[in-house]
């Protein structure tokens, strides 16, 4: 039985290093896939975006392209909205701030942001969260 669990992390390792330049740590997630694979129970990979605009960039279809990977093996994949974060004007290291969004623009942009998403992730295999359901409770503002 252990033989054929790493057979399969093995072959999951594989399709996961394509396009990887690498993988950080790589054995805690050979662990990670051994655990799961062994206890029957999906990893959790998770992506966070604030949809501060109505489109997603060209550069978000590399990691989506890698969570449909995690999908079609059998993973599962968490998208958090930052439906609240995204209203903040967070300047996220640049020098400038980022222009503040009302919750009906950012909710917009949420929609398209699924929309273009789900031309890459299967609908099916996605949690949608929003980081409101959380974070509203803290009051920050």
Do not use: C
Not at 20 to 44: C, G, H, M, T, V
Not at 53 to 69: E, S, Y
Not at 91 to 111: D, F, H, I
């Amino acid at each position: 039985m252990v033989d054929s669990i790493k057979a399969i992390v093995e072959q999951q390792m594989q399709i996961i290093r394509r396009g990887a330049a690498e993988i950080i740590p790589e054995d805690e997630l050979k662990q990670k896939l051994y655990d799961s694979i062994e206890n029957n129970q999906p990893l959790r990979i998770k992506l966070g975006l604030d949809p501060t605009a109505p489109d997603i960039h060209l550069g978000h279809t590399v990691v989506l392209n890698k969570l449909r990977q995690f999908q079609d093996l059998g993973h599962e994949v968490h998208l958090i909205i930052g439906d609240f974060t995204g209203r903040i004007g967070d300047p996220s290291g640049k020098s400038e701030t980022r222009k503040q969004l009302t919750e009906e623009e950012v909710m917009a942009n949420a929609a398209t942001y699924q929309e273009q998403i789900f031309k890459v992730l299967d609908p099916q295999k996605t949690v949608i969260h929003f980081n409101s359901e959380w974070l509203m409770k803290m009051n920050l503002v």
